[in-house]
């Protein structure tokens, strides 16, 4: 069971973190972000392995940090310089560790939460 919190409205300029509970901090599962706005596709925001490998696409490096506790249970997405184009629904989601080419698509993940919106206003 994967579940979000965080999301929240903030001002355009504003920071959030987003916070996912799950239990797949296992060797060989990869943990990711992804955000979805309406009328657009599940977009990949970073993913995060057991080792802490980190990946994130040319989009979203530099405002957005993905990280873990030690546990392993609880995966963070800070969020700074929030623009009002980042408004969406996030989710978090996991999966078996595969090719950087397969973790960026949504079909490599198995499992997903139910999502926390995120409203960026101007």
């Known amino acids: 069971q994967l579940v979000e919190s965080g999301g929240g409205s903030v001002q355009a300029g504003g920071s959030l973190r987003l916070s996912c509970s799950h239990s797949?901090?296992?060797?060989?599962?990869?943990m990711a972000w992804f955000r979805q706005a309406p009328g657009k596709e599940r977009t990949v925001i970073a993913y995060?392995?057991?080792?802490?490998?980190?990946y994130y696409p040319d989009s979203f490096n530099g405002r957005f940090t993905i990280s873990q506790n030690s546990a392993k249970n609880i995966m963070f997405l800070e969020m700074n310089t929030l623009k009002p184009e980042d408004t969406a629904m996030y989710y978090c989601?996991?999966?078996?560790?595969?090719?950087?080419?397969?973790?960026?698509?949504?079909?490599?993940?198995?499992?997903w939460g139910q999502g926390t919106q995120v409203t960026v206003s101007s």
């Open positions: 995060i392995n057991n080792d802490d490998v980190t």
């Open positions: 797949y901090g296992d060797v060989g599962y990869c």
């Open positions: 989601a996991a999966g078996p560790w595969a090719s950087r080419a397969t973790l960026l698509t949504a079909e490599a993940y198995k499992l």
